[in-house]
């Protein structure tokens, strides 16, 4: 029979089970993207960094972000639950990186009825009235020295129109910031992956963003997108997920 | 027999596909999510991703190319590109619709970007935000000088693609795939409606504050508010179209 102090013991660890599980879905997307970040940095500097790179050095990614991608042939080593995880990845230039083009994606979505599809945007900021990639959180996050970014959830209406997280990791070649790698995760894809462990914690229980934004949850007081604001609050208690922008809320007990 | 169950059942109407398909890239092309010279993925690839058929696809750019909003280039560097359209006479639109019909549009469009608004000053972060206060800050430099933008007729175009992205950002900050999609959609219906009685940079500062007053609102995290200017926002707006609509001679 359960005491309320062995109660409390099996709430901390589902606790500790549920972060490892965030942990493990995000470390999964970031292990992703060093391995874009390291081929990235073989493609901007051609010839050993003899001459500038051109977007066309950039389609020596293709094979490694197409494998990547939910669909693609995702690593052994890694459980099905991260595998499937990916919607979309890339590496984005510097303005100015490349020779030939000053604005450049070099990016991918997965594509359910075949075979993966590039994004093409119109990269000319005078004609677009969207597409300054240097201000979007993804971006400005890893520009500015964040080893690691989750951007969201937002709505991206550019690319999905789904309900998106955005992982972003730094480029640097030869000393100087060359880039960004990201990946799309989908927050449904992303609750499926966590929810099960969230699932077991007696109370509520909830991921949140850097900033307080609800990722997943196992309440629908406090559903992925509303924000929590109780910053300190006694009622809450608030766990670290390892050195990720992201922790896990739980009823303080 | 009833009707309405057999009708169910019959097989899907495959021109509504098409339909479908040319109303989602019109869409994007009238708020400018897909912009003027953009080349759009392949038949193949664009078929894949909006999950239709080739045909459909192929019926559906035609369409597009009739009216003016996709261009296709034969051979190499060939394929199909946006153009935004020169002017889809928004006046001779305007003569289509009757002012009852206007009405419901504003109140359809009032419910969206209401909702959009509340939603968004409860939900929204100040990182969330940050776009939209730029927007605001690039229509009041277009309206300030409208020759850099090259004429008057490009500073107020720009000023309506701005007009446009900043509804959409409010609408993205309530956190809503769905309304967000609506906003977009409504912008692409009436949009360029909407805008008629500001052609000339007229009322500028009149808009520019009721911007103001739903970024503030938003910012301050008062839901109400928000969603009373948002939806006073749009109301003036139908307003103004409507008396515009009714000086129309036939």
Sequence with gaps: MSTPVSLAQAGHDHAAAAVARVREAAEGVFEALREVRDAAVACVRPAGGARRPVAADLAALRPLLWARLRGGALPAHLPAHVTALIAGIGFIAAPGLLADAPWYLEWWQENPSGAPVRLLRNMDPASSAFYDYTHWDWYAGPSSGAERTVCGPYVDYLCTDEYSLTLSVPVVAGGSFAGVAAADVFVRRFEGAVLPALREIPGPAFLVNAEGRVVASNTASWVAGSVYRDGGSAAFSVRPVGDLPLSLVTAAG | ?250
């Design chain 2, 1 to 250: 027999m009833n009707m309405a169950r057999l009708a169910v059942f019959s097989p899907v109407d495959s021109t509504a596909r098409v339909d479908a398909v040319v109303r989602r890239l019109a869409d994007a092309i009238a708020v400018g999510l897909l912009a003027d010279g953009e080349q759009l993925p392949s038949e193949a690839e664009l078929a894949g991703r909006l999950g239709v058929s080739t045909v459909t696809l192929r019926e559906a750019l035609m369409a597009l190319r009739q009216q003016g909003m996709v261009e296709t280039r034969r051979g190499r560097g060939g394929g199909s590109f946006v153009r935004l359209p020169a002017e889809l006479d928004p006046l001779a639109r305007l003569r289509t619709f009757a002012a009852d019909e206007l009405r419901d549009f504003g109140d359809h469009y009032a419910a969206i970007a209401g909702t959009a608004a509340r939603l968004a000053a409860e939900r929204s972060l100040p990182s969330d935000l940050a776009p939209l206060w730029r927007t605001l800050d690039e229509m009041d430099e277009v309206a300030a000088a409208p020759r850099a933008a090259g004429s008057p007729g490009e500073a107020c175009a720009r000023l309506r693609r701005l007009d446009g992205r900043f509804h959409i950002e409010v609408a993205a900050a309530s956190q809503s795939a769905r309304l967000t999609q609506e906003e977009i959609r409504l912008q692409a219906d009436i949009g360029p409606l909407l805008w008629l009685p500001h052609e000339g940079l007229s009322g500028h500062d009149e808009t520019a504050a009721q911007h103001r007053a739903i970024a503030g609102a938003v910012r301050r995290g008062d839901g109400e508010q928000a969603r009373a200017v948002a939806e006073r926002h749009v109301l003036d707006a139908t307003r103004h179209l409507i008396e515009l609509r009714l000086r129309l001679r036939e």
